[in-house]
């Protein structure tokens, strides 16, 4: 174990000081866990997460054939008739994109947002990194929302027995979708904080972008849609949302061969999937599977779950502020998948109810993504779309967004969850 653990650090030390080549440090890494034996070949299929990378590769797809429609364009001309200035179109794109990830998984927010936030830095000729990261982490935030915002709500729900209403009012008290909600707009302060150089008025010319394709629109409409409602499927393939990605992307690739009969125009299109992000999600989930199989995860479980006596606000607290710590650098799914028997097993050891430890350790693996570029799939995919556009961003870029929302996000969402199944 202690050699996961040492391989495990040294490698996102690297990828954080070494951002250009996040994708061959992970890659290498996770062959490093293989060739050792930390993690076994038999283990290596079931640790890659197949339906992420599915989505992404469907998602980018989609979404190159959406900015080639000029919807973003057209879309970016309207949000931009309604916003007084550069500050706001900023916290209005997060909570844009926010309010589709308490129902779309966060990835695919992040994909279908971006291009519409990449227009509009284009006609304002402002950077994108900051507009892109405020994205990413506000997808991150309302993923915890709902029952299908993310696959750790998905979890919980599951292990819990909870319904999609149960996120709303569970035990007649207002449950997780408020304490998020609470932390959203004490996040959006924060952002309107950050953004507050960002005076440049938006001039108003009037000017519509002309639409030439609207297929693409509908395959964008179409995913959100069948994305939403497959969340409601009961015991339905681990990579449904992937599959529905990958369809509808290969509706539009197809009609595209059929209307071009370009070889070069699919060729381009198909080169607009990002290998290098796919790459760096295929390492980390080996490099978690690698920790996990040696027991590291089950280590810092253990270590969390230790209660201070009959005190239910210590283990609490730890499990809350750990879970934020270590989801900055693990993937939160692993990890709540572990917690969710031990959380159990503590709550049944002091005789109390475990809602509010579930909820404390959803809220806290779920926004601890937020600190790091590499703490969460969202904030890979929208620096991968960065990268493409010749963006680079570094840890500093970063964190400066990340570390200060996600304490805005966190700590109201901790008080206001104590107070209502704490106390």
């Known amino acids: 174990m202690l050699y996961a653990m040492i391989l495990f650090t040294i490698t996102y030390v690297l990828m954080l000081v070494f951002g250009k080549y996040r994708a061959q440090i992970a890659l290498i890494s996770s062959l490093l866990f293989i060739l050792t ?122 292990y819990a027995d909870m319904s999609f209403l149960d996120f709303f009012f569970y035990q007649e008290k207002p449950g997780m979708f408020f304490a998020v909600e609470l932390g ?53 393939p681990s990579i449904t949302n992937g599959l529905i990605c990958i369809c509808m992307f290969s509706i539009g690739l197809l009609r595209k061969a059929v209307k071009e009969k370009s070889p070069a125009s699919v060729l381009k299109l198909l080169k607009s999937i990002d290998l290098e992000t796919i790459g760096i999600l295929t390492g980390l989930f080996l490099i978690i599977g690698g920790i996990s199989n040696m027991g590291v995860i089950d280590a810092a479980a253990g270590v969390l779950a230790k209660h201070g006596g009959g005190n239910i606000f210590v283990p ?27 959380i159990s097993g503590l709550a049944a050891a002091l005789g109390i109810e475990p809602t509010i430890l579930y909820f404390g350790l959803l809220s806290g693996a779920t926004l601890g993504g937020n600190c790091t570029p590499i703490g969460a799939s969202a904030n890979i995919a929208g620096i991968g779309i960065l990268r493409r556009e010749g963006y680079e961003v570094s840890t500093k870029d970063f964190i400066r967004i990340g570390i200060p929302f996600t304490l805005s996000a966190v700590i109201p969402a901790y008080i206001y969850l104590w107070l209502m199944f704490g106390l």
């Open 184 to 236: 959203a707009v004490l996040s959006s302060l924060i952002l309107a904080l950050i953004f507050r150089k960002e005076k440049k008025p938006i001039p108003k010319d009037g000017f519509q972008t002309e639409v030439t394709d609207f297929l693409p629109s509908f395959l964008l409409l179409g995913a959100i849609i069948l994305l939403i409602l497959a969340s409601f499927l009961p015991d339905k």
């Open 316 to 342: 609490y607290t730890i499990i809350v502020w750990a879970s934020v710590f270590l989801s900055a650098f693990i993937d939160n799914i692993p990890y709540v998948a572990t917690m969710l028997p031990v």
């Open 37 to 158: 034996g930390m993690l076994p070949i038999s283990q290596i299929v079931g640790s890659v997460d197949w339906n992420v990378l599915l989505m992404i590769a469907g998602m980018m797809g989609i979404v190159q054939l959406f900015i080639e429609s000029k919807m973003p364009a057209l879309l970016a001309d309207r949000i931009l008739e309604k916003i007084p200035n550069v500050q706001m179109a900023a916290v209005a794109l997060a909570l844009f994109a926010g309010l589709i990830s308490a129902f779309v998984d966060n990835v695919a927010t992040v994909l279908m947002v971006t291009p519409v936030a990449m227009a509009i830095c284009r006609k304002l000729k402002a950077n994108p990194v900051p507009f892109i990261i405020a994205i990413s982490v506000s997808s991150n935030l309302q993923g915890a929302a709902t029952l299908v915002g993310d696959t750790t709500a998905i979890m919980l729900g599951s």
